[in-house]
């Protein structure tokens, strides 16, 4: 084994997709897979589409063209809001995009209308999380607006939530989403095909049966790869957590102190961390560090192992309850939360394997 190794599994991730997708069927929903947590790898948008995800998500215009060029043609939504820069690119790769700059719809529209494409657009309503999205007032205004742009169909709209302000999704935030959404309809004389309602954190309240009637379509990642939702982290009911496990080397184990010992200044990361006194202790250390992963975001499989601390290059493990005796050469595995899976997908340090 090559390590440090991101093991991918390709049968968990498609089952979890199917989990989430037929509860949200029942519930009137389509899924959106959303692949940037693992930087578009093909694998993993063909285990979705496997698992019945109406379509990919993407934030990034290189990850889309990752798995357009590995044959996958399934309908893509721009998820980040398109800088004017890539415009013409983002109507070329992607169906429809998420959208809250009237300026950058009317560039879209430009080059839609060049390349005689239609490209479609479901506006963003920042309904209190203060990430993306119009402001609730203007949306009314905007949404004709868009809707007279040649080359651009205003598919919806839709909101984000518990990204930047942490704001839980509810009966009221996206039940003002819906209310907008009618709004937009009785002005254009039309249904808007998406009310989309958020990420992840929307499933609670879905499995609840108190998500806003309208609601009709959510954009899924966090659930589908690690089988979490993403209010509390607990386990999501039907998925798995363990489609991803991360692989390292020990490359020394020895007993040494817990406490450093001489006068400290900072650390190589500018922290000045506290010790606790555990006495004498078996320290493994592994082949992988900071600019692989976001160290405290990880835990280890065996409940025995804990992890002390990182540099670039090393992580430290207090191995002296492990299950085994860990030596030189041993393999130790780890499980990932959504910062660690991100970095260590986006590490070229860190082997990927699809099983
Ligand atoms: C990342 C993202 C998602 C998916 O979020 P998860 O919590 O992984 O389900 C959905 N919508 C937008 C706009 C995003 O940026």
Known sequence: MNTPLLEVRYDILAANARAVVDLCKKCGVEVWGVTKGCCGMPDVARAMLEGGVAGIGESRLANLQRIRNAGIHAPALMLRLPHLSEVRAVVEYFDMSLNSELVTIEA???????????????LMVDVGDLREGLWPDRVLETALRVSRLGGIELLGIGTNLSCYGGVIPSESNLGLLVQLARQIEELLGHPLRFISG?????????????????????????AILLGTESINRTPWPGTRQDAF????????????????????????????????DRGLIRRAIVNIGRQDVLVENLA???????????SSDHLILDVTHADERI???????????????????????????VV
């Open 300 to 310: 280890c499989l065996d409940p025995g192992m804990d992890i002390l601390g990182a």
């Open 108 to 122: 879209l529209s430009r080059e839609a209308q060049r390349l005689e494409k239609r490209h479609g657009v479901i």
């Open 245 to 276: 496990v991360l692989h390292a080397e020990v490359i020394e184990c020895a007993t040494k102190p817990s406490v450093p010992i001489g006068e400290r200044g900072q650390d190589g990361f500018g922290g000045r961390p506290a010790f606790e």
């Open 198 to 222: 958020g990420n992840t954190s929307t499933l609670p309240l879905m499995a609840q049966g108190r998500l806003p009637a309208g609601i009709n379509m959510l954009r899924i990642g966090e």
């Open 327 to 353: 030596h030189v050469g041993d393999i130790i595995d780890f499980k990932l939360g959504y910062g660690a899976l991100l970095q260590a997908m986006t590490s070229p340090y860190v082997e990927k394997r």
